[in-house]
């Protein structure tokens, strides 16, 4: 059963197991900068291998977020974390862009659907049922905090150590989830008397379309930012690109610790519309990067899909039953990926031919888009419910 209250010790270990999973899974947000570099990567290289990576999360997230629903959360997990563990460990005998770095990056899919569908669904389980949107967020500050930690640790254990060496600390990371996780309390899951709806019928289910479109958008866009800033800067001269990471996911920490506690109040779709309008300028103020600088556009970033995520999954949850709630999980991020992978493939070809600002131009209209589907929703708001301890 969720607990009276968000900050109980089950959510509280969840946390700090996932930090583990956050931290080897961040790691590789430096990818890009790796292919450029070490690999002598180009865009159009770039973006297929982000495509694989994306579109192969789609193939496994949602048969994981049936199988969590249906077996259990916490071995998935763990099961995601040991899988991580490996292939990251075995990024030391990559030397070219070829089937060993397709198969690995296959292998990382098949780790974050198990260890993302278990994580979130023990996440809201975990929750009070008026916190949910404060506890997507907060679940998410597994990756979010990760996302400045890992990449400023990546690029200073490189400096010193190489690429192999930051490689095997995202396997040690990993491992830690891993273990940890085997520790973590775990509800019986109950189903009642009614048969598991089967993956396929949610699917079908009219209200299911919009919000996968609007994450998909939100996928091309944030694929975008996050995958093709690393080879933009790289290009304008700049050779380290840890201060984006910091700064975005700081600003993402923040505004979810600052104000989780009311983004149920305010109206979570209310919110969603607002963050996302902010996210397309971010993304149009990236044409002028070299200007701006990489923290302030990082740090924009951080706030707006810092503030979105949680409230527009926590908006799409909320009317979810809780038996469901892994393959819903499951289902918004696989539109994430889908969003992700074609925009990795057509951006990086768009940016292989006519440079890197057009393919931000792109991004930022189909946020624009986004927005306009999340005003036209009918799915309501969760009424305000008189505040809880958190």
């Not at 040991?82 to 292939?87: E, H, K, P, R, T």
């Not at 190489?162 to 940890?180: E, H, P, R």
Request: charged residues 10%; negative net charge.
């Amino acid at each position: 059963m969720p607990e009276q209250t968000l900050w109980n010790p089950r959510f509280v270990f969840l946390l700090l197991s996932q930090a583990g999973f956050g931290f080897a899974h961040s790691s590789f947000m430096m990818l890009p900068k790796w292919m450029a570099t070490a690999l002598a990567a180009g865009p159009d290289e770039i973006g297929s291998v982000v495509a694989v990576s994306a579109i192969s999360v789609v193939l496994f997230l949602m048969p994981a977020g049936s199988m969590v629903d249906r077996y259990g959360r916490k071995h998935f997990l763990s099961a995601g974390a040991g899988l991580m563990a490996l292939s990251s460990a075995c990024y030391v005998y990559v030397d070219e862009i070829g089937a060993t770095l397709y198969a690995l990056r296959l292998i990382q899919s098949v780790a974050f659907a198990y260890a993302f569908a278990g994580g979130a669904a023990l996440c809201v389980d975990a929750a009070p049922r008026d916190r949910i949107g404060q506890a997507v967020g907060l679940f998410g500050l597994a990756y979010v905090l990760m996302g400045a930690f890992a990449p400023a640790a990546v690029e200073t254990v490189v400096e010193a150590s190489g690429w192999d060496a930051a490689f095997l600390m995202a396997a040690g990371a990993a491992t830690w989830c891993c273990l940890s996780s085997l520790f973590l309390h775990e509800e019986p899951l109950d189903h009642g008397d009614e048969a598991p709806v089967a993956l396929r019928t949610i699917l079908a289910r009219p209200d299911i379309a919009c919000p996968v479109a609007i994450v998909g958008l939100l996928g091309i866009a944030f694929g975008c930012a996050m995958n093709f800033h690393q080879p933009y800067a790289l290009s304008l001269g700049r050779t380290e690109l840890r201060d984006f990471f910091i700064a975005n996911s700081s600003a993402a920490a923040a505004c979810r610790l600052l104000l989780g506690p009311f983004i149920d109040r305010i109206g979570l779709r209310r919110i969603s519309i607002t963050t996302l309008s902010f996210y397309s300028l971010v993304l149009f103020s990236m044409v002028w990067l070299d200007e701006i600088g990489l923290g302030p556009i990082g740090f924009a970033m951080g706030l707006a899909h810092g503030l979105f995520y949680p409230a527009f999954t926590g908006m799409v949850l909320s009317e979810c039953p809780p038996a469901e709630r892994g393959r819903w999980m499951s289902i918004l991020q696989a539109g994430l990926n889908i969003g992700i992978g074609i925009g990795g493939v057509a951006l990086g070809w768009i940016a292989a031919s006519h440079g890197y600002p057009v393919i931000f131009l792109i991004s930022s209209v189909a946020l624009v888009l986004g927005a306009i589907l999340v005003a036209r929703t009918t799915r309501r708001d969760v009424p305000a419910i008189p505040a809880t301890s958190v």
